[in-house]
């Protein structure tokens, strides 16, 4: 098992920055592919971006490619997505998440582990 902590989130206005952690403790870090979804009142969860086990191959949901990055830092047992050039509509509680896969999966069903969330507010 994993346990998956995330931080990092807070209010921020459009345009603005902001870099999400997600610290792993348990199993190692490195068996599990790693993605970010998020969450918007009244909305499905929804994929953001996975990365794999070495760091080697990304993925983004259209909304966000060219703005949010994810990265890994596997001796550090901790993910991150860089989110910049924010918009009002990227307001969510934003998730970590692993699955202990070899395929990368946008199915949030399909992931094996969650934090608790962190909520991203962006104002206009």
């Known amino acids: 098992q994993v346990q998956l902590v995330e931080s990092g989130g807070g209010l921020v206005q459009a345009g603005g920055s902001l870099r999400l952690s997600c610290a792993a403790s348990?199993?190692?870090?490195?068996?599990?592919?790693m993605g970010w979804f998020r969450q918007a009142p009244g909305k499905e969860r929804e994929f953001v971006a996975h990365i794999s086990r070495s760091g080697g191959y990304t993925n983004y949901a259209v909304s966000v490619k060219g703005r949010f990055t994810i990265s890994r830092d596997n001796a550090k047992q901790t993910a991150y997505l860089q989110m910049n050039s924010l918009k009002p509509e990227d307001t969510a509680v934003y998730y970590c998440?692993?699955?202990?896969?070899?395929?990368?999966?946008?199915?949030?069903?399909?992931?094996?582990?969650w934090g608790q969330g962190t909520q991203v507010t962006v104002s206009s």
């Open positions: 348990g199993r190692t870090f490195s068996y599990y592919i």
């Open positions: 998440a692993a699955e202990d896969s070899a395929e990368l999966h946008v199915r949030p069903t399909l992931y094996d582990y």
